[in-house]
């Protein structure tokens, strides 16, 4: 039977502080719930020989190919400010598989049972939590943001205690490399540098490996990290997105999105918006994401000091004016994203006054973000008697001006802005319901949404129940689950 597994696992070959050999903990009775198939083509993987059963065999841990050895990785993590030492506390990496010899992808069993990193926690993972990383991150990664993947999820026919009894599963999650923030803060914690050269070179080496003979690569590493979250975070700001859980070992130095807790969509505008229980103060709100982002990269260039220069004033120096850039880069970027959200060429002096003013109008009128955008397009069913408002009216006379300069016209400014605004968006109302019809055995509700993410900047006929704003304003979301 040839899947196509093409495994090489250059992470097992590190030293081993940086991560636990440990199996899998088997499973009562592996179902599977999901296949992603496009990604397994993409990633030239073939299914199509095995039932069902031998699937979930294979991607609950219970029978595991050839040629991977599975590990816990080692990282720490700064959790709403506070230093851990942290670690796969429920997963483990089957290996790096090559597709076409040439990329590489970690591929990373998500509620697998317990391993030295556990700490009080079971190993697991409950299905609901899983099925939505799987709804979300798709949803991502076709709104052209990048972000782990989601493979499979398996159902383990087991039961988890959480609040109360739920059915365990695990979720398959593919990645360009799981090298964390938290990694970094890990290795410097121990304070060996011979460790810290290895993951930098290492890190290099599988990411950026234009700098690979630079003079000096952690500098320049920090750069191009800094560099790939900014882009990261401004394409959040442009979808809506809140992340929920940004402790630095849910930072990729990738510049993937990755561990999907209790992340949600914005629907009416409100820079304010936090949807986690646990964030009480607000550290993840949406307009907090940029800052945030800042300080997990200085994080990091705290683990790079002793790599940037043997004369540590001088690293904190050179490292200091890198982050400070920080605002400076994110400010024009952001800036720059926004005119594209509403198909403005060029620049003019009072571009941030319209955007600005834009955006406070939605907060004040409770407006919804995505679907003011697709109003603005002219080409979405969306009706709202709220864009009858006459500070509105009056706003879109500016932008239609706007429009004009630089060369622009209708026409090219609606192409500009329909590649940058999403028609949808999971609705938190909409993945609920999935949810729920999913933990009761109909996954048809899951389909129908996952197809239409998938398509998020096509204009797609009768899916307005999907556009529609949830009525629920106090929707909560939840973590470590
Ligand atoms: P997360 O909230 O998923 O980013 O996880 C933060 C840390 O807690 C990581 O070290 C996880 O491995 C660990 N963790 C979360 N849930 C569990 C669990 N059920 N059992 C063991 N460790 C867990
Ligand atoms: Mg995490």
């Given amino acids: 039977m040839t899947i196509g597994w093409h495994f090489d696992n250059t992470y097992l070959k590190l030293s081993k502080t940086f991560r636990e050999e440990i199996k899998p ?3 009562h009775d592996p179902n599977l719930v999901i296949l992603n198939e496009e990604l397994a083509e993409d990633l030239k993987l073939d299914f199509s020989k095995i039932d069902n059963k031998d699937l979930a065999k294979l991607f609950s841990g219970n029978v595991l190919p050839n040629d991977t050895n599975t590990i816990a990785q080692a990282y720490a993590g700064h959790q709403f400010g506070h230093f851990t030492m942290l670690g796969d506390g429920r997963a483990v990496l089957l ?7 040439t990329k590489r992808f970690d591929i990373q069993f998500k509620g697998s049972g317990r391993t030295s990193f556990s700490r009080s926690g079971d190993g697991r993972a409950v299905l609901g939590p899983m099925l939505r990383e799987y709804i979300i991150s798709e949803a991502i990664h076709a709104l052209n943001i990048p972000t782990t993947r989601s493979l499979t999820v398996v159902s383990t026919g087991e039961k988890v205690v959480r609040e109360n009894l739920l059915p365990g599963a695990i979720l398959t999650r ?7 923030v938290g990694t970094f803060q890990y290795i410097a914690a121990k304070q060996n540098v011979n460790d810290l050269t290895t993951l930098l070179d290492y ?3 599988r990411h950026y490996p234009e700098i690979q003979s630079s003079k000096n690569k952690a500098l320049d590493l920090l750069s191009l990290v800094m560099e790939k979250q900014c882009q990261l975070v401004i394409n959040w700001m442009r979808v809506g997105f809140i992340h929920g859980v940004m402790n630095t070992d849910n930072m990729t130095l990738s510049g993937e999105t990755i561990d999907y807790g209790p992340c949600a969509f ?3 505008y409100d820079p304010k918006t936090v949807f986690s229980s ?3 103060f607000g550290r993840y709100s949406f307009s907090n994401q940029p800052p945030i982002t800042k ?4 994080r990091l260039a705290e683990c790079l000091i002793p790599l940037i220069d043997k004369n540590e004033d001088q690293a904190i120096k050179i490292a200091t004016e890198i982050i400070d850039n920080f605002q400076n880069i994110y400010e024009i970027k952001w800036l720059n994203m926004m005119r594209d959200k509403l198909g403005l060429f060029g620049e003019d002096k009072d571009d941030l006054e319209l955007i600005n003013n834009l955006l406070n109008w939605m907060q004040s009128n409770q407006a919804d973000y995505t679907n003011t955008f697709c109003y603005l397009m002219n080409i979405s069913s969306i009706q709202d008697q709220i864009y009858e408002d006459k500070d509105f009216i009056d706003w879109s006379k500016n932008w239609e001006k706007r429009i004009l300069i630089n060369g622009g016209n209708k026409e090219n400014s609606l192409e500009l802005m329909k590649k940058n605004n999403p028609f949808v968006i999971p609705r938190n109302h909409k993945v609920e319901e999935a949810l729920e019809a999913a933990n009761n055995n109909d996954l048809k509700p899951i389909y129908d949404l996952l197809s239409i993410l998938k398509k998020p900047y096509t204009k797609q006929v009768n899916i307005e129940k999907f556009q529609t704003p949830s009525k629920n304003q106090n929707y909560q979301t939840f973590c470590g689950t």
């Fill in 278 to 280: 646990i964030d009480k």
């Fill in 174 to 180: 593919v990645a360009s490399s799981h090298i964390r």
């Fill in 25 to 27: 903990t088997p499973v």
């Fill in 203 to 205: 890190t290099v080496e």
């Fill in 95 to 101: 290996g790096e598989h090559l597709v076409n010899n």
């Fill in 266 to 268: 914005i629907d009416h």
């Fill in 295 to 298: 300080w997990n990269l200085a």
